[in-house]
């Protein structure tokens, strides 16, 4: 199908319209590979399909033209968000914060897209946001909280962070350096994979997490009582191998996963994937620990788990190495399918039901 080609003021206008799909502007944007990073991919428009003149890019860059796609689906989903409570709609009201799993911006359809048609979601996701940011000084997430005519209304907040901390990059002296190479020891003899693992990197890691999380937990019930606090373990996510059919647009495939592990001497895909099912267990046991909505033994009775891990198997479940697909009802779809599930129960035992 050939796609007429637009001017910059055209793709800008379709982006201000809320209520037209993401897919209907898909064909109109593209990648920038070596500027994405891992829970951070960079999406402009197709300079093959949008006609920018020098205006244009000067606005474009003053505006921060990396972050361009991720300001975008932010203004997007607060539009709709802000229409369809004027409109009286009577859904649940929840707070969405995370990364790349919540605002895959414009280019897929991630689990916040899947869940807002049967949840009312004030979103503050950008891709490429960190657990220190989120949890930091701004903490966004308060302002829904304590708004006075939408606070009374939130039951809750969605939260996703932590893969950054041990599948994501890291700025260094030589530039970004991929935190695997840090929670890895080179490969020694007949040694079990996860035997590699530096436990003093990764304990680093885990008690910052930990610590991030309980800030949270702590944050939303001194300010909104009563709300639930919903994270997730991500899925087993599945290395570049040999023949891979996934050839994502917003990066070299291989690089966020397969690389890193092969320059520690991991080259076997089974090894490959062996240490990063290991990592993500131990992510989920240290958050296992402060859930107490429906893990046993957890800290905060209003903390609530979605465990992903043993939900995406099969690499057509996967658009690239760490982010699910959206297509064929896979992927994303059964990520939000399992957050809603979940969702559901913490909206039951929630006192402000």
């Known amino acids: 199908m050939t796609v007429a080609a637009k001017s910059f003021d055209e793709l800008e206008a379709m982006l201000a319209d809320p ?16 500027d994405s990073r891992p829970f951070d991919p960079v999406v402009v428009p197709d ?11 000067v606005r474009a860059q003053g505006l921060g033209f990396l972050d361009w796609a991720n300001r975008w689906s932010r203004w997007r989903r607060r539009k709709r968000f802000e229409r369809r409570l004027e409109a009286g709609e009577t859904a649940p009201v929840l707070v969405s914060e995370g990364d790349s799993w919540f605002q895959f911006p414009l280019l897929l359809d991630d ?16 891709a490429g946001d960190t657990l220190s940011n989120m949890t930091g000084s701004g903490r966004e997430y308060v302002e829904p909280l304590v708004d006075p005519t939408t606070g009374p209304r939130v039951r809750g907040l969605l939260f996703s962070a932590g893969g950054n901390d041990i599948l994501g990059s890291e ?56 709300a639930f606090v919903l994270g997730h373990v991500y899925a087993y996510a599945v ?32 090894e490959q994937r062996a240490i990063v099912r290991a990592l993500i267990d131990r992510l989920h046991g240290r958050l296992a620990r402060l859930m107490g ?31 699910p697909t959206d297509r064929d009802g896979r992927g994303f779809a059964r990520v939000a399918a399992r957050f809603d599930a979940v969702i559901r129960r913490a909206l039951d035992a929630s006192p402000l039901g």
């Open 171 to 226: 700025p260094g002296p030589d530039g970004e350096k991929p935190v695997l190479e840090k929670l890895l020891r080179p490969r020694e003899g007949n040694l079990p994979p996860a035997a590699h693992i530096d436990e003093r990197e990764l304990e680093k890691r885990l008690q910052a997490i930990e610590a991030g999380y309980r800030h949270v937990l702590e944050t939303v019930a001194a300010v909104r009582p009563g």
């Open 47 to 57: 300079p093959e399909r949008v006609a920018m003149r020098p205006l244009d890019q």
């Open 239 to 270: 290395p570049a191998f040999p023949a891979d059919p996934r050839d994502p647009m917003w990066t070299r495939h291989g690089r966020w996963l397969r690389d890193p592990l092969a320059r520690r001497g991991f080259t076997d895909p089974a």
């Open 19 to 34: 209520d037209l799909p993401d897919a209907a502007i898909r064909p109109y944007l593209a990648a920038r590979p070596d």
């Open 111 to 126: 689990t916040i897209d899947q869940l807002e048609p049967h949840y009312l979601i004030w979103s503050l996701d950008a």
């Open 293 to 323: 909505g429906n893990c046993p033994g957890g800290l905060f009775p209003h903390g609530w788990l979605v465990d992903c891990r043993e939900l995406l198997e099969d690499v057509a479940d996967w658009a690239d190495e760490i982010h």
